[in-house]
C-alpha cells in the first residue's frame, strides 16, 4: 500500500505543476495502418530483388548495384519498422529511417533523371540498349519507383518531423563515399570486359579515366549532400498531419520517429 500510494502520489505531482500524469508513462501505443504499410513497402524492395536474383546469371554482379544494396536496407528497416509499429515498439532512431529515405532517393532520382533521361550524358537507354520488358520491367519498377516513393510517403506522413540533425547528413554521405571506393576497388582487380565491371556509367574508368570519374563523384557528391540538407531543412518545418489528440497522442501513434527527433541497377 505505501508503494502504490507513493506512485499515485507522484502522478498527483506531476499534474499538480502542469505535466499531464500520461506524459510521464505514456502507454504504448500500437500502429496497425503504419505497420501494414511499411510491410508493403518492404515486400516490394524484397520482391524487386527477389526477381533480379532470378534472373540474372551472377548473383555477385547483381548485389554490387547501388540499387540493390539500397532496396536490401529498405527491406530489412521497412520490416522492422513494420513490427515495431505492429508491436507497439519504440520507433527506429531518425538517423536511420532518414538515411535509409536518403538511399533510396538517389537510388530514384540518379535512375530517373540521369540513367534513364536520353538527354543525360551517362544514359543507360541508348539506341543499344534493349527495353526492359516482362519480369525485368516488374522489378526495375518496383526497385527504381516504387520503394523510393513508398519511403517518401512513410517519411512524409508517418513519422514525427523534427528528428533529423544537420550532423546526419554528413553521416549518411559515409555509405556513398564507400561505395565509390568499392566499385573502383572492384572494377581495378576484375578482368578487363567483364561485363558490368563498372555498375554504373559515371564511375566507367576505362571510358572517363580515373580523373574524370573523381570529377563525376565530386558532382554527384556535392548532389547527395545538398539532398541530404534538404531532408534535414524540411524535417524542420514540415507540418505534422491532422488527428492529433490531446498529448499529441492521436495521429502520432502511427508514427515510427521520436520528436525533436541507391545510383541505380
Known sequence: MKGTRSAFDSRNAFSARGVP???VAPPPVRRPLAAVFRALVALAALTGIVIDLALADSVPRVLSYFTVQSNVLVAVVFAVSAWRAWTARPPLPPWLTGGTLLFISITGLVYHFVLANDASSFSMTGDEAAPLTGWHSVSNQLLHTVTPLGALANWLFLIRPGGLRLRHAGLWLLYPLAYFAFALIRGAIMTPGTPARYPYPFLDV?????????????IFGLAFYALALALVGLDRVRPRPRGRGKGGAKGLGNRISSQGAGPLK
Open 21 to 23: 500524469a500520461e506524459a
Open 206 to 218: 576505362d571510358q572517363h579515366g580515373y580523373a574524370g570519374v573523381l570529377g563525376n563523384a565530386v
